[in-house]
């Protein structure tokens, strides 16, 4: 039986080490699993000031100098212009801009009608899924599922949305950029996740934000990632910048008409715009103080005390040692003031 017993054991022990191998956690394992997980921030994918100044731009508006920009008209009409131009990307892929004016709307509604993501959702016919996906202040982690012609599978975007208002608001920029799936995976296998897409809506009001008539550039480009044929491309030129721009012009009516609420990105727009003035005030409000106080410092007056009143009795001379002692003490100021000064 001792024999069983041990031969029993010695089996255990010649599998034991290889078990354990095999349970003990792997570091670069784990961390090589780690980097793989999505790990989606607002930081990399904020835009900079700069950005949204550059669709700040008069001559955008104006569609001066298109031509020497490398961009080819496809539509000239009253009150709307259609460029494209091709992108620097491997395959052959435009980009895309529209620049037109509306006059029977306001900007504010024109901005809203398209940000509202309830709202778009009920103008929008091209659109499977639409919703917000996170959200911070004024940016928004959006995702799009878009309609395709069959047999196309619906294109799925997931994107990062920001509102921008000038200091004079009478101009609003909305900048969108698409999110890797890295970052953010896709939820479902049925789409075609888009890894290429930008989009800007510049708006410049006529008047004021609220008062009808208004200027706008957009400006967009995306890979549908297909060989699509000839005909899909025109479908997706033709529901793209013009056919967009119409439906929110009709939706933005609709507002107007019917008092319809919807959720406004101008609000939180403006907030940050003040919010990021009144920090640029108190700081500048600092750097001025303690540039007062430093200067004040260096410059601050010696109090003679040649002038001091005798008192009643006489007093004795005192030492050159007796006075340099005297100096670690704080005596009153001979300034209206009640705060002690160090008599040096």
């Not at 001792?2 to 191998?21: D, T, V």
Request: net charge negative; aromatic share 10%.
């Amino acid at each position: 039986m001792e024999l069983h017993q041990q031969w029993a054991r010695l089996k255990w022990k010649r599998f034991k080490l290889p078990i354990r191998n095999l349970l003990k956690p792997d570091r670069r394992f784990l961390r090589r699993f780690l980097l793989q997980l999505p790990h989606f921030s607002f930081k990399s994918h904020d835009f900079s000031e700069d950005q949204f100044l550059d669709g700040n731009h008069s001559k955008d508006f104006d569609a001066r100098d298109e031509k020497a920009q490398g961009w080819e008209m496809l539509v000239q009409e009253k009150d709307l212009k259609v460029f494209r131009r091709r992108t620097k990307a491997q395959y052959e892929i435009y980009e895309y801009k529209c620049v037109g004016s509306y006059y029977d709307i306001s900007p504010r509604t024109f901005l809203d009608a398209q940000n509202d993501l309830e709202y778009r959702k009920e103008w929008d016919d091209n659109i499977i899924t639409l919703e917000l996906l996170e959200e911070e202040e004024d940016q928004e982690l959006v995702r799009w599922v878009a309609k395709y012609p069959y047999p196309m599978y619906p294109r799925e975007y997931i994107y990062v949305r920001r509102t921008w208002i000038s200091e004079d608001e009478k101009t609003a920029v909305v900048n969108s950029d698409v999110v890797l799936p890295q970052e953010y995976p896709s939820t479902s296998s049925s789409n075609v996740r888009v890894c290429s897409y930008t989009s800007r809506m510049a708006i410049r009001a006529h008047k004021t934000w609220n008062d009808h008539g208004l200027d706008y550039v957009l400006t967009y480009s995306d890979n549908p990632e297909a060989n699509i044929p000839r005909y899909v491309y025109n479908w997706i030129v033709n529901h793209g910048g013009p056919y967009f721009l119409g439906q929110a012009h009709k939706a933005a009516r609709e507002i107007e008409a019917k008092g319809k609420v919807v959720r406004s990105a101008v609000e939180k727009a403006l907030k940050r715009r003040r919010r990021q003035e009144t920090t640029a005030a108190d700081e500048q409000t600092a750097t001025v103080n303690e540039a007062t106080a430093s200067e004040a410092g260096e410059a601050a007056p010696e109090v003679d005390t040649s002038d001091a009143t005798p008192t009643s009795e006489p007093q004795e001379p005192r030492s050159e040692s007796q006075t340099k002692e005297s100096c670690s003490e704080c005596a009153p100021s001979q300034s209206p003031s009640s705060e002690p000064l160090c008599v040096n």
